[in-house]
């Protein structure tokens, strides 16, 4: 998915909110790829294989933030497709908000 914050902005991390505590199967456990682009069509990889900490502990509905290389874009594209981005025999996640800042 595209996040575009209307503006270039300074970042150095993301965190997410999971959807649901109880449903873990559902949750990121990685983050492929983070890229950024200034046009929304050319974009620069920030960032890859982002892991996302405690992704199987019901509990932790929020990630502590996940550090990425500063950058500055307006546009911030996260990318999942590998396997190792989902649970097993999962292929979908779901997330509830994603905070970015720096």
């Not at 914050?5 to 492929?32: A, P, Q």
Request: hydrophobic content about 35%; overall charge negative; charged content about 30%.
């Amino acid at each position: 998915f595209i996040v575009d914050m209307k503006e270039e902005r300074d970042v150095n991390y993301f965190r997410i909110r999971h959807r649901s505590g109880t449903d873990v199967l559902l949750r990121y456990r990685i983050i492929e790829e983070v890229s950024g682009s200034n046009d929304g069509e050319n974009f620069t990889t920030i960032a890859t294989n982002v892991a996302v900490p405690d992704w199987d502990k019901a509990a932790n509905v929020e990630t502590p933030n996940l550090i990425i290389p500063e950058s500055k874009y307006r546009y911030l594209k996260f990318y999942c497709q590998k396997q190792e981005c989902f649970a097993p025999d999962r292929g979908s996640v779901q997330l509830a908000e994603i905070y970015i800042g720096k």
